[in-house]
Nanobody, 122 residues
Framework: VQLQASGGGLVQAGGSLRLSCAAS????????VGWFRQAPGKGREFVAA????????YSSDSVKGRFTISRDNLKNMVFLQMNSLKPEDTAVYSC????????????????WGQGTLVTVSS
């Protein structure tokens, strides 16, 4: 499985962006999908996850109420809608696939994609 994130860019604080992640392969719907981010000089941080069918969603406290994860299994896509962006949201955002929620949230996902840079100006 190969993953490619897109949709990053420069946005002012309070603005919105929608990130997309395209997955190759026919087994996309078999995996839990997550978004992670890594800010300059910091470690990787879990952002959000969605289970195989899209029935359960998880997000970190830092983005809860502002970011929403969703997926389209017919198109092998996962999305991250980011609203009310803050300068501290500036990071490279990556998507990842894993066997289950615990694996993904703990950062032990099986497949990782290249990230897309989000820069939020104050």
């Amino acid at each position: 499985v190969q993953l490619q994130a897109s949709g990053g860019g420069l946005v002012q604080a309070g603005g919105s962006l929608r990130l997309s992640c395209a997955a190759s392969g026919r087994t996309f719907s078999s995996y839990t999908v997550g978004w992670f981010r890594q800010a300059p000089g910091k470690g990787r941080e879990f952002v959000a996850a969605v289970t195989r069918s899209g029935g359960s969603l998880y997000s970190s406290d830092s983005v809860k109420g502002r970011f929403t994860i969703s997926r389209d299994n017919l198109k092998n896509m996962v999305f991250l809608q980011m609203n009310s962006l803050k300068p501290e949201d500036t990071a490279v955002y990556s998507c990842a696939l894993g066997e289950d929620t615990r694996t993904v949230i703990s950062g032990r996902a099986r497949y990782w994609g290249q990230g897309t840079l989000v820069t939020v100006s104050s």
